[in-house]
């Protein structure tokens, strides 16, 4: 098989790879897509920093994604103080609920005592809106700001404290959470479903908060005599609604996409290699695997159509020939046209008014007529025969002949479109989903993936079916028993009168290049 | 006829969640920056979180009675501790311009309080003794938590802010005091009635304004 005609499979490969490419990297970052986003809500960051006293200073940044003004209603957590918004004191009806009236972001920052407990083997940081949102991270977002729509947000969040080593927490409220211990903070990032609350306990290490007050200040807390005992008690009780974020969380939506489309690309490629090995190997036979029954290749071994002969055969074996040629002589031996010979080498051809051939030699035919006109009669004089209309001739002899080996099966393409199409239709399909329709290559591969594979199939062109191949090497046998006769060799084409069929089938096979130079194109 | 049916919505989904998502980075958390604490005012008065009080309009009244007088505090707890000198906690505090009302706790028997009045005319009626049920370590405090120079720059520094404003039984009770630990906790009242519910630190920094919803 022509090495050139796999660059087209390469190339769909390469273009397809991406999909899997682009999947893996997205699995590598820590960043988080999520569906039916919040009409007036774009995002929330949260942040507390933790004295060593045991205070919490608190910021929270509601960002609505608009310029719509909003009367916005602000719930406390207990010992909440030095409440402000936008960065102006604000009062604080009971000690717990604010109003304020906010436009594109609202900043919202308090201080907060009795939620950092100090016990003996750590310090608890309580933010568990499990029974009460209003202990929270913050209570539900969608609900107090003044926001009519449904839909999801995302929280980015970072708890500082002047020791974190070893330091463990816990998220509850949100999907996708991705967490890091780094510069100083506890920092986290997850989809807040329904734009509702999200809580968070932490335990740190003593050195957090060395002066915190050793009793909890959070009505109804969770109390034990150690760290551990809190921790564990919070989260038996949250019943799975915290997820513990101390390990870096490997992402397993992204990584089970990355390697679906993986899966389905290694697939493909090992299909395509498949096909095209397959390909290579039949077309590379130079002899039958099986041994030659010598009685059986005397005579052509069906009745395929010289053309048709010379499409399965190729270039394989010694000799030169031509399928033109060989159409040619073919009709001169049923005598619907006249090749007679003014010496050994050269001769005249007649076409009479009125001759006709099947689909191959009406191709032939059609280019040696006056002006094609069927009921003129034609004497030419060769060699050579052919002008400047040979080449178009031979290709398009080997059209008529390819579709008409695929029409008997003998022939297939090499790359299947009822494989190669679907595959990279679903390749670029699953993408999208697994994107939510976000990735702008996935849109690109799910419309042009097929295209792609269809111009693919195209270029790498044909290869023989089972049944070709059998034909093939019994063509190869005929052609090999034809070359030994030395004659057949340097018959020219006046020599059909005489040789008949089998010269015919040696044109083609290359058992009498000097027939097939005589009439030939080339 | 039935996939092209099935293609389209399932093309048309696709489009819908396509268009109908978002995206968040992590980088944007890396980027936050750690929240700081409030800063000390100079005074009490001068706290930034009073500047949540807005005073309203009393067409001309005045403040209904006269403020609260802080230095009754030292006064009463001078005479106190001469009659009760192992005096160590307290459950509360509070006073006006003539009188300071506090309950304490018996030392070494927290469940028995009593009842405290000093009068500016320098008596001390110190009641009987009351039972206690399971009373809580947390809803009692030092004596010695209570700074007689911070809240009299309180009261004074807020009666030079608002003349207009009574500053009505400053008080000092846990259970009183929303959660925010031990805090002074008192009313400023003007010509229409109560206009505030204010809560400042021991060291009487303000921390919370309550004016109503």
Redesign the interface.
């Known amino acids: 098989m022509n090495a050139v005609r796999r660059v087209p499979a390469v190339v769909l490969l390469i273009v397809l790879a991406l999909l899997p490419l682009q999947a893996w990297l997205q699995a590598g ?9 919040l009409d007036g809500l ?2 929330i ?1 949260w ?3 933790v ?1 060593p006293d045991g ?1 919490l ?3 929270i940044v509601y960002d609505f994604g608009d310029e719509q003004v909003r009367d916005s209603s602000i719930r406390l957590p ?6 402000r918004t936008d960065g ?10 604010g ?1 304020v009236r906010a436009q594109d972001t609202l900043v919202v ?1 308090y ?1 907060r ?2 939620a950092v407990t100090r016990y003996s083997d750590g310090v608890i940081v309580d933010f568990d809106g499990t029974e009460n949102s209003d202990q929270a991270l913050f209570p539900c977002a969608r609900c107090y700001l003044g926001i009519d729509e449904y839909g999801n947000t ?1 929280l ?3 708890l ?1 404290a002047d020791d974190l080593t070893g330091a463990r927490f816990a998220i509850g409220g949100l999907d996708q959470l ?1 967490t ?1 211990n ?4 506890l ?3 997850g ?1 807040l479903p329904g734009a509702d609350d999200a809580s968070m306990i932490a335990w740190l290490p003593l050195a957090a908060a060395p002066d915190a007050p050793t ?1 909890s ?3 109804e807390a969770i109390r034990g005599e150690t760290a551990a005992q809190v921790w564990d008690a919070t989260l038996t009780a949250a019943d799975g609604a915290f997820v513990d974020a101390t390990e870096r969380r490997v992402p397993v939506g992204p990584v089970a996409l990355a390697s679906m489309l993986s899966a389905m690309w290694l697939l493909l490629v090992a299909w395509i290699v498949w096909r095209l090995v397959i390909a290579a190997r039949v077309l590379n036979v130079e002899q039958p695997d099986a041994p030659i029954e010598w009685d059986a290749v005397f005579s052509p071994p069906s009745d395929l159509e010289p053309a048709v002969v010379a499409v399965l055969v190729g270039d394989t074996g010694r000799g030169a020939r031509s399928a033109v040629a060989a159409t040619l002589l073919a009709l001169a031996e049923r005598g619907a046209i006249q090749i007679d010979g003014i010496d050994s080498q050269r001769y005249t051809l007649t076409i009479p008014p009125g001759a006709t051939g099947n689909q191959f030699e009406e191709v032939v035919l059609s280019e040696l007529r006056p002006q094609g006109q069927r009921t003129s009669t034609a004497t030419l004089t060769g060699p050579p025969l052919w002008g400047a209309g040979g080449a178009s001739v031979e290709r398009s002899l080997a059209i008529v002949a390819e579709n008409a080996a695929r029409t008997a099966q003998l022939l297939r393409a090499t790359l299947t479109a009822w494989v190669l199409v679907p595959a990279s239709l679903v390749m670029g ?1 699953v993408a ?2 697994g994107s ?3 990735s702008r290559l996935a ?1 690109a591969m799910t419309l042009v993936g097929p295209l792609v594979a269809v111009v693919a199939i195209w270029l790498t062109g044909t290869s023989l079916t089972a049944k070709g191949r059998a034909e093939r090497e019994r063509w190869l046998a005929y052609g090999s028993w034809l070359r030994t006769n030395s004659q057949l060799h340097d018959v020219g084409a006046p020599g059909i009168a005489t040789w008949g069929e089998p010269l015919v089938y040696a044109t083609v096979l290359g058992a009498a290049p000097t027939a097939a130079g005589s009439l030939g194109t080339g | 006829m039935i996939w092209t049916r099935w293609g389209s919505i399932g093309l048309a989904t696709l489009v819908l969640v396509g268009c109908n998502t978002a995206t968040a980075s992590f980088d944007d958390t890396r980027e936050i920056e750690a929240p700081r604490f409030a800063p000390v005012p100079p005074a009490p008065a001068e706290s930034p979180q009073l500047d949540a009080l807005v005073v309203r309009d009393t067409a001309g009244f005045g403040a209904p009675g006269p403020n609260a007088d802080p230095t009754l505090v030292g006064e009463a707890l001078a005479a106190l501790r001469a009659q009760v000198p192992r005096l160590e906690r307290v459950s509360d505090l509070y006073f006006d311009d003539e009188n300071v009302w506090l309950t304490i706790v018996e030392p070494n028997t927290r469940n028995l309080s009593r009842s405290v009045l000093w009068l500016r005319s320098s008596d001390l009626y110190i009641g009987e003794e009351d039972y206690v049920e399971e009373a809580e370590e947390n809803s009692t405090y030092p004596i010695s938590d209570v700074d007689v120079d911070a809240i009299t720059a309180l009261v004074d520094g807020l009666a030079l802010r608002y003349p207009s404003v009574q500053i009505d039984l400053p008080r000092l009770d846990v259970g009183l005091s929303y959660d925010l630990g031990l805090s002074w906790r008192m009313d400023l009242v003007d010509g229409r009635g109560t206009l505030a519910t204010i809560f400042a630190d021991l060291d009487g920094t303000i921390t919370a304004v309550d004016q109503g919803s």
């Open positions: 970052r820590p960043d988080v897509r999520y569906s039916q986003p774009a995002g960051t942040s507390a920093t004295s205070r200073s608190v910021s207990s010992g909440s103080r030095f409440l102006k004191p604000t009062p604080a009806p009971s000690g717990r609920f109003e920052t201080e005592v009795g995302a980015s969040g970072a500082f991705r890091e780094v510069d100083g903070a920092r986290f990032l989809v009793r200040g959070v009505p399909v999208l989903i939510g329709g976000s849109w």
